[in-house]
Nanobody, 115 residues
C-alpha cells in the first residue's frame, strides 16, 4: 500500500500562486503514474494533471499554461505549481498514485481563491 500526504493549500487572491506538494511512502513502484485531482463543492472529482515515472505530463485544458506538475523520484514527491489562480480553481486538491498494484489517494488539501 502507498500512503500520500498533501501540503501547501491555503487562501490566495485571484491572480496569485500556490505550490502544492505530495509525499509518498510505502511500497512504491518505480513505474506508476502520479496525479493531482480536484473536487469543488457540488461537483465531481476531476483530473488536473498527471506525471509518469519518466516525467511525461498531461494537463486538463482548464489549467494548461497556468499549472505545472513535477516529480522527484528520489524523494518520492510530486508538486503542483499553480499560477494565475482564479476563483474557479477553488477546490480540495487530491494527490493520487496509480499502478497495477495500487490506486492510492491522499486526504486532500483545500485551495481557496478569493479576494
Amino acid at each position: 500500500q502507498v500512503q500520500l500526504v498533501e501540503s501547501g493549500g491555503g487562501l490566495v487572491q485571484p491572480g496569485g500562486s500556490l505550490r502544492l506538494s505530495c509525499a509518498a511512502s510505502g511500497s512504491i513502484l518505480s513505474r506508476d503514474v502520479m496525479a493531482w485531482y480536484r473536487q469543488a463543492p457540488g461537483k465531481q472529482r476531476e483530473m488536473v494533471a498527471t506525471v509518469t515515472s519518466v516525467g511525461g505530463t498531461n494537463y486538463a485544458n482548464f489549467v494548461k499554461g497556468r499549472f505545472t506538475i513535477s516529480r522527484d523520484n528520489g524523494k518520492n514527491t510530486i508538486a503542483l505549481q499553480m499560477n494565475n489562480l482564479n476563483p474557479e480553481d477553488t477546490a480540495v486538491y487530491y494527490c493520487n498514485a496509480k499502478s497495477w498494484l495500487y490506486d492510492s489517494w491522499g486526504q486532500g488539501t483545500q485551495v481557496t481563491v478569493s479576494s
